[in-house]
């Protein structure tokens, strides 16, 4: 038993005398633990994580005190994670408990006469109570724990380098080999992101030997401090970790970046045979034969179904303080295909939903290992400030204090809602630090909305800022920091607020580039782009990426030069081959862009490659041809989305519906928040007759893609399939307000003759398409819908008006005839003519 006592110092008297009396082996108190002047917050962490109760004395002045609040939450979250810390609360006075508090063990001494001696007496037998131990969540990985230690025991080796999917756990297998193998391990660790670069990496290495690193170092010496880094932790007997290494691997998993001097530095360090640096990643490197001989490669591949369901029921137990059925954890290990993190979200899962719901998976889905936890938020209920707090551990990347979290926006009542949620379902770890996985990172990103991200980027940058200038610059926390720091201010378009905290750090400033360029934000991703050009005229991969913007710009002269530069710098480069075909591609220059990508195929099998040259067979209607280079596509990347919602563009064309249906659901799932996706699924729907189902397709892509006009008219069309003309009407001025083209205007007009004719205005929708018809607008849809408005306006007509009837079907003959005339195939004709051929019979009688 061990007690963490938490308070104000105005009320420390009192608290002085209970850990005193309790006895400084049961009690943890800040004044005996921690010398004065340095209460540092990792070692109030240390205090919190190696208590078994949190002992906290509430009052007003507790109330107020911002490390009580710090100390509340950190506790909080090792009582949500670990079930291993008891939260008690002796209240001192009359300030109200908060509600997120109220559900604790807690005693008021208010009016006691000895208030110690009561404490004593109530809190005592508490402390005694037996401590609930914590499940393990690591489950029998001996095989894979013996493949690393035959590595390290192999003197040729000086590496070891594990892949697998997102969250098949190689970071955790590193850790636990290196605790069975290395006793007392030492490791640093380095977890790699989009921005870190040369600075970036070398700001972490010196800050793991408390030292800082200078300003402005030319290229040279960064390299020099990175390899005087290595070699020092090396020396001291530190083991080297560094995770999710494929953000320094090229599209051909080729080693760019810092990646190449490190292997470099370490396969000529002979204390690297006895002690190997360890690196991880989501994909297999490309290494020359030479590196391989020093480099143990590890394919790391899901748990065995008994793993996995030993894994659920730990976890379920953790967060439900009951047992799971064997019987129940047995039934569903088979759907999660080895995935761990995927256990750990069923488990949360599993409080809101049965077995049976979870077992119905389509097994299309979660086949793909790399999407399943990604399937599985989706059904996650979380409230709105527990997305909130998602979102902001995916904008910043890395783990954050509880205290700077709550301070982005959190009222206390909505932060410890948040964190509860998030720690219960899974989705966050917490010691220190509040932080997500990576799988869940990505996801919760993509949920930012193009016009909020950059105001709580901004918010945020200001909270680190104001931290950073209280943090000790050769400190690990600092080295982390601060990167994250300038990244943010850089989306938030606030360059010199960035560059004023540290100018050489282009690694993060080319991450921020890229991120833009994926939002969007083609003008200043070309800003940041030039900046660091002006500083590295050489750089590469900023260099595609501005061509890539000028294509996207349609700045076609622009684009051709910077293409022609690069080829001739480097003639046969992939990337810049690549561009040059995808700008003919856009400008619709199908042959030609079919050259380019053939060319570059005929070489290695690249996979935006056989993608766009799908896309360019497709377009010259050669889809049995395109299929095949999507084949080929897949069988290197199978969970690519655009891939995948290529293939279902020609199936569906190829009227394959069903299976063009579920390639269309695989790029959903691979990319869920992509709303043209979703819009994709509903016209598949809406071909197979079934808008009833479409509609939800369509809601879900006006959601995510709120201003845009192609999803909003295809929810509006199906309103109108099914029957619901009023929910269609209430579109109108959306679709309006949307409609930005001649194209979509026409659209307008068409839904607009659509709800007329649903509400049997004939004549007003036979106006609105004579006169759309007239202009040319939407000419086939608009004769079709003609051709029943007119056969409708027969029907209105043939008992009382005759002679109406009779101009009314030779109307619909007439548009009917310029059916025929423009496509003979139009597979609607059939119907039309036989509609028509209903009324000249009744019209013979």
């Not at 949500?80 to 109220?102: C, E, F, G, M, S």
């Not at 598949?684 to 192609?710: M, Y």
Request: glycine residues 4%; aromatic residues 6%; hydrophobic residues 45%.
């Amino acid at each position: 038993m061990r007690a963490f006592l938490s308070h104000s110092s105005a009320n420390k008297a009192i608290v002085i005398a209970i850990h005193d009396l309790l006895g400084k082996d049961a009690t943890w108190l800040d004044r005996a633990e921690i010398e004065w002047g340095s209460l540092f917050l990792e070692k109030i962490a240390e205090g919190i994580v190696t208590a078994t109760d949190f002992v906290l004395f509430w009052s007003a002045d507790a109330a107020r005190s911002e490390w009580v609040r710090l100390e509340i939450n950190m506790a909080f979250i090792q009582a949500l994670r670990q079930k291993a810390i008891r939260l008690r609360i002796v209240v001192l006075d009359n300030t109200p408990l908060p509600l997120y508090l109220q559900p604790f063990q807690v005693f008021s001494i208010v009016g006691s006469s000895d208030p110690v001696r009561e404490i004593l007496e109530k809190l005592s037998p508490l402390l005694r109570e037996p401590v609930r131990s914590a499940r393990a969540r690591f489950v029998n990985r001996h095989s894979e724990v013996a493949r690393i230690e035959a590595a390290v025991n192999d003197p040729d080796v000086f590496a070891v380098w594990l892949f697998g999917f997102t969250g098949v756990g190689k970071t955790s297998l590193v850790h636990e080999a290196l605790r069975r193998i290395f006793e007392g391990a030492d490791s640093v660790n380095i977890q790699v992101t989009e921005g870190t670069g040369f600075v970036e990496l070398a700001l972490t290495l010196n800050a793991a030997r408390h030292e800082t690193l200078a300003e402005s170092l030319s290229h040279q010496e960064v390299e020099n401090q990175i390899r005087l880094s290595i070699e020092t932790l090396v020396k001291n007997g530190q083991l080297l970790v560094i995770s999710n290494v494929q953000h320094w691997l090229n599209e051909d998993g080729e080693p760019q970046g810092p990646l190449p001097l490190i292997l470099d530095i370490v396969s000529h360090l002979p204390a690297c045979a006895q002690r190997p640096a360890f690196f991880t990643s989501t994909r297999r490197p490309h290494l020359d034969p030479a590196a391989l001989t020093r480099l143990a490669l590890l394919p790391i591949r899901g748990l065995e179904n008994e793993h996995v369901a030993a894994l659920v029921r730990n976890w379920y137990f953790s967060i439900y303080g009951r047992e799971l059925a064997a019987e129940d954890s047995n039934r569903i290990a088979p759907k999660l295909f080895g995935h761990p993190v995927a256990a750990r979200l069923v488990a949360g899962l599993l409080g809101d939903h049965t077995v049976e719901y979870l077992e119905r998976y389509p097994r299309e889905l979660v086949s793909l290992r790399r999407d399943l936890a990604r399937v599985l938020l989706q059904d996650l209920k979380l409230s709105a400030p527990a997305e909130r707090l998602m979102e902001t551990l995916a904008l910043v990347g890395i783990g954050l204090p509880a205290s700077m979290i709550a301070a982005s926006g959190f009222s206390d009542d909505e932060f410890q809602q948040a964190v509860e949620q998030c720690a219960r379902a899974g989705l966050i770890t917490a010691d220190a630090n509040i932080e997500g996985h990576p799988l869940f990172q990505e996801f919760f990103w993509h949920r930012l909305h193009r016009s909020d991200y950059q105001q709580r980027s901004r918010q945020l940058a200001e909270i680190l800022r104001d931290h950073l200038r209280s943090v000790q610059k050769e400190s690990r926390e600092y080295a982390e920091l601060l990167p994250v720091t300038f990244r943010l201010f850089a989306l938030a378009d606030d360059l010199a607020a960035a560059t004023a905290l540290r100018r050489d750090l282009s690694g993060e400033l080319e991450a921020a580039a890229i991120t833009l360029y994926n939002r969007r934000n083609y003008e200043l991703a070309d800003r940041y782009i030039n900046h660091v050009l002006d500083g590295d005229p050489k750089n590469w991969h900023m260099r595609l990426y501005r061509a890539r913007i000028r294509v996207r710009q349609e700045q076609w002269a622009e684009a051709d030069r910077m293409v022609s530069e690069m080829l001739r710098d480097r003639p046969g480069d992939v990337g810049a081959l690549h561009i040059k075909g995808w700008q003919c591609l856009r400008q619709r220059r199908l042959e030609e862009a079919l050259d380019v990508f053939s060319g570059i195929i005929s070489r290695r099998e690249h996979v935006a490659s056989l993608r766009d040259a799908a896309e360019c067979l497709h377009r010259l209607n050669r889809n049995p041809e395109a299929l095949k280079f999507l084949s080929r596509a897949k069988a290197r990347e199978s969970e690519n989305p655009f891939i995948l919602d290529l293939e279902s563009r020609i199936l569906e064309d190829l009227d394959q519906l069903e299976p063009a249906y579920e390639s269309a659901l695989l790029a959903s799932a691979r990319d869920p928040l992509n709303g043209s996706f979703h819009n994709r699924l509903g016209q598949i729907r809406n071909k197979q007759g079934k808008p009833e189902l479409a509609i939800p397709h369509f809601q879900r892509s006006v959601e995510l893609d709120a201003d845009q006009f192609t999803p909003a008219n295809s929810l509006a069309s199906a309103y109108l399939d099914t029957g619901n003309t009023q929910s269609a009407e209430q579109m109108m001025g959306d679709l309006v307000a949307k409609a930005r083209t001649p194209a979509n205007r026409m659209l307008v007009e068409h839904i607009r003759a659509r709800v007329a004719f649903a509400k049997n205005d004939l004549l007003g929708s036979e106006k609105i398409l004579s006169q759309e018809i007239a202009n040319s607008h939407n000419i086939m849809p608009n004769l079709g819908l003609l051709v029943r408005v007119e056969l409708a306006l027969f029907d209105q007509n043939i008992g009382l008006f005759p002679t109406i009837a009779n101009v009314a079907l030779n109307s619909a003959e007439q548009a009917l005839a310029r059916i025929e005339l423009l496509d003979s195939s139009n597979r609607f004709i059939e119907s039309l003519r036989s509609k028509i051929a209903e009324r000249r019979t009744k019209r013979g009688r």
